[in-house]
T-cell receptor, first 112, second 113 residues
Framework: GENVEQHPSTLSVQEGDSAVIKCTYS??????FPWYKQELGKRPQLIID?????GEKKDQRIAVTLNKTAKHFSLHITETQPEDSAVYFC???????????FGKGTMLLVSP | DGGITQSPKYLFRKEGQNVTLSCEQN?????MYWYRQDPGQGLRLIYY???????QKGDIAEGYSVSREKKESFPLTVTSAQKNPTAFYLC????????????FGPGTRLTVL
């Protein structure tokens, strides 16, 4: 089955800095990679996703890159703000596989 | 997200008791999922259902049971066979088994006393 590893487990940055979270996956058949943000005590919310037919996707201050050859994908947050502080999860699946495999999460702390 | 509800928000249970967590959605989604979240462990899949009257075990199904008698409802029962049930439980749904994006409910925090 799929295995997803996520690093780092915690990340502290100053407001305005960039943050990068990296995930690797094991199943070369995986072709869908979402990122979720979870604030303390709340539900995970989808913030961006990417499919294997593209290498990069951006949405304002958030971007995701995918390297299929190396089987890793990354979340990039620019100009971080205190409200970006949360736990971020990556996940992977192949279309039609119907189940997501999640990484263990990264706690991002943005200090003013 | 607002179309998926879970109840109760907090639940306390004595050891040896079964307890049922509710998950309802009004999104007309075919597929529904149950995850367990522990600190530092990410989200682990307990059970999932792709269609009414059908469900499959996930990675950590032991000590749990589910039913899917209606499209909008997917209750999870935590049985006394689950040795460490204290956790945050999340329900999710997606349009169909062929649609990858999952949307989560607000979660139920279960504590065993």
């Amino acid at each position: 089955g799929e295995n997803v590893e996520q690093h780092p487990s915690t990340l502290s940055v100053q407001e305005g800095d960039s943050a990068v979270i990296k995930c690797t996956y094991s199943d070369s058949a995986s072709n869908y990679f979402p990122w979720y943000k979870q604030e303390l005590g709340k539900r995970p919310q989808l913030i961006i996703d990417i499919r294997s037919n593209v290498g990069e996707k951006k949405d304002q201050r958030i971007a995701v890159t995918l390297n299929k050859t190396a089987k890793h994908f990354s979340l990039h947050i620019t100009e971080t703000q205190p409200e970006d502080s949360a736990v971020y999860f990556c996940a992977a699946t192949y279309s039609g596989g119907s189940t997501l495999t999640f990484g263990k999460g990264t706690m991002l702390l943005v200090s003013p | 997200d607002g179309g998926i509800t879970q109840s109760p928000k907090y639940l306390f249970r004595k050891e040896g008791q079964n307890v049922t967590l509710s998950c309802e959605q009004n999104l007309n989604h075919d597929a529904m999922y149950w995850y367990r979240q522990d600190p530092g462990q990410g989200l682990r899949l307990i059970y999932y259902s792709q269609i009414v009257n059908d469900f499959q075990k996930g990675d950590i199904a032991e000590g749990y049971s589910v039913s899917r008698e209606k499209k909008e409802s997917f209750p999870l029962t935590v049985t006394s066979a689950q040795k460490n049930p204290t956790a945050f439980y999340l329900c999710a749904s997606s349009i169909s088994r062929y649609t990858d994006t999952q949307y989560f409910g607000p979660g139920t925090r279960l504590t065993v006393l």
